[in-house]
């Protein structure tokens, strides 16, 4: 570069704001087509399974709550989702969406990255499921002596 050129564009930056955005102090709008954490439906869902046969990476699971009721939860792992959105395309009930507003999904450990989706009844039901009735235990019987 030219002397000449290179002292234009120190004066001329010597005289603008800088471009260098403060994140995260300062937050711009996300694009509407921003593909962040995938959004899970469960009233839509049929428990078809097609979005766990069709992600490439593995990064959903649908675990049953109760079948005949369609009750489902979604797994999802958002370390291994490559947010390709193949499991919106290929969900023909429209369950599954990416949203646009939640993609700050950085963490330092992975608990967080595996998210159980799905009404908070059904997730509260997978957590923790009733425990078994315990059976009732035989008296022993004493024989007269
Ligand atoms: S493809 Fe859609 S309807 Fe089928 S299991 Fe996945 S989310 Fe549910
Ligand atoms: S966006 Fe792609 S990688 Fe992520 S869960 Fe859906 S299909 Fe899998």
Redesign the pocket.
């Known amino acids: 570069m030219r002397i000449g050129a290179m002292l234009g564009d120190i004066s001329r930056s010597l005289f603008k704001r800088p471009v260098t955005e403060r994140y995260p102090f300062e937050r711009r709008p996300t694009p509407g087509r921003l593909?962040g954490l995938?959004t899970f439906d469960p009233a839509r869902c049929t428990g078809c399974k097609i979005?766990v046969r069709?992600?490439?990476?593995?990064?959903?699971e649908l675990l049953v709550v109760d079948k005949a009721t369609k009750r489902f939860v979604m797994r999802?792992?958002t370390d291994?989702?490559?947010?390709?959105?193949?499991?919106?395309v290929?969900c023909n009930f429209d369950a599954?969406g990416?949203s646009h507003e939640q993609w700050e999904l950085a963490a330092l450990s992975r608990e967080p990255f595996a998210l159980l989706l799905g009404r908070p009844e059904d997730v509260e039901a997978l957590l923790n499921p009733p425990s078994p009735v315990p059976s009732p235990v035989a008296t022993p019987t004493v024989s007269p002596a």
């Open positions: 593909r995938v979005c069709d992600c490439p990476a593995r990064a959903v999802f792992h291994r989702c490559t947010y390709c959105a193949q499991c919106v290929s599954l990416m």
